[in-house]
């Protein structure tokens, strides 16, 4: 949760100094090569308009964590799919020199998978923690679906 918690709070102070940042008359380089405005946003730019969707992700899971959501689970199991499906798909379709980068993240973040969904779905402790949240919420929505009786005060 701290690290989901961080990560949105630094993202919504991020994303507007890369917009403010972004119209001026500052350098743009990649791997070192200086490159224009309009040649930077096309390689990079798909990064910088993703980056929103994570920190709201990241948002929602800290939320969720906070206030011992079960669907939390369920958003850190498909957190690594996601992020490692992007990278594989989006290096490749602007900049083919960026393959071996890709494969690499898109390798790492199925390890992560892997290793997410064994300690959300697999590990005991997790999983008595995620089954008791989810018996709360059906108790309370049993609760507040039963009908009350009126009661008489004679």
């Known amino acids: ?22 119209g001026g008359g500052t ?11 309009a040649e930077f946003m096309r390689r990079e730019g798909v990064f910088l308009a993703v980056f929103p969707i994570v920190v709201i992700f990241m948002g929602l899971i800290a939320y969720g964590l906070y206030d011992q959501r079960p669907w939390t689970r369920r958003l850190l199991a498909w957190y ?9 798909a989006a290096p490749c379709t602007f900049d083919p020199m960026r ?6 993240v898109f390798v790492e973040c199925a390890a992560f998978s892997l290793l ?3 300690y959300l779905y697999r590990k005991r402790s997790v999983v008595g923690y995620y089954e008791t949240l ?6 309370a929505s049993r609760d507040a679906s039963a009908p009350t009786l009126p009661t008489s005060t004679a």
């Open 99 to 104: 393959w071996p980068e890709a494969i690499s």
């Open 27 to 37: 350098t743009y380089e990649i791997r070192g090569m200086k490159v224009s405005r």
């Open 1 to 22: 949760m701290v690290f989901a918690s961080f990560f949105a709070a630094i993202g919504l102070i991020v994303l507007p100094a890369m917009v403010l940042v972004g």
């Open 116 to 118: 997410a969904c064994w």
């Open 134 to 139: 989810e018996q709360a919420k059906r108790d």
């Open 80 to 88: 690594w799919p996601c992020v490692g499906v992007f990278f594989l």
